[in-house]
């Protein structure tokens, strides 16, 4: 067998004319691409923007607007009962419990007592009002009667002790306690002098504000 003899063969290099109808087609191949590419781009970003609305902002559903204060102060809210509102002097007031809006509640420490036991008692002061308010739980206002079946026996008004006037915060729905004990005497106007002890037997007790009043509360004295 002969041998075969491996031969490296030139290509012939295409007439000018051809080689440059070649790059052109290229390029413009190359640009369409680009543009193409490009559209793609600008529609995954959300295309262009809706009539009205600036280029580069959207409207979010369920949104309020913006209230821009008025030049060196605070927007005005209108003022209703028992709402903090602003003085003049940028100061919040917060005005007083709306009638009917205080629930008092009365509660004992136990359901019965010796003769030589000091009934002690709780009334729970309560505000439904949405807002906080204030309430005087003095002792000249949130008030103990004690009475038996036939005759009131003792009420902390004729002896009060503490501060007769004590206006305090109420916020919905927290309640807060007054205590008040009774001696297990008669009272009268004043407290003159000692009243009588009152003997063994079932009482009933109720608290009042001046304007409503609490539960009544059944105790034994034995």
């Not at 995954?44 to 369920?62: F, R």
């Not at 009934?119 to 505000?127: R, Y």
């Not at 036939?150 to 807060?176: M, Y």
Request: charged letters at 15%; glycine letters at 10%.
């Amino acid at each position: 067998m002969g041998m075969s003899t491996l031969r490296q063969v030139t290509p012939e290099r295409p007439a000018p004319a051809v080689y440059w109808r070649r790059r052109f087609v290229a390029l413009i191949a190359g640009l369409s691409i680009l543009a193409l590419i490009t559209w793609a781009f600008a529609g995954a970003l959300g295309g262009s923007a809706p009539p009205g609305n600036p280029a580069g902002t959207k409207a979010v559903p369920g949104t309020l607007p913006r209230v821009s204060a008025p030049a060196g102060g605070r927007p005005s809210v209108p003022a209703s009962h028992g709402h903090a509102v602003t003085t003049a002097s940028g100061r919040y007031t917060v005005r007083a419990c709306p009638a009917g809006d205080v629930v008092l509640s009365l509660f004992s420490s136990q359901a019965s007592y010796s003769v030589r036991q000091t009934p002690q008692f709780e009334v729970d002061v309560v505000s439904t009002d949405s807002h906080t308010c204030t309430f005087d739980i003095g002792a000249r206002h949130v008030l103990l009667q004690i009475t038996d079946k036939r005759s009131r026996i003792w009420t902390s008004a004729d002896c009060a002790e503490g501060q007769a006037s004590l206006v305090t915060k109420l916020h919905r729905g927290i309640p807060t306690v007054v205590p008040i004990s009774w001696d297990g005497e008669h009272s009268s106007p004043g407290c003159p002098v000692p009243g009588a002890p009152a003997p063994a037997g079932t009482y009933t007790a109720v608290a009042s504000d001046g304007s409503s009043g609490s539960n009544t509360l059944s105790f034994g004295i034995g």
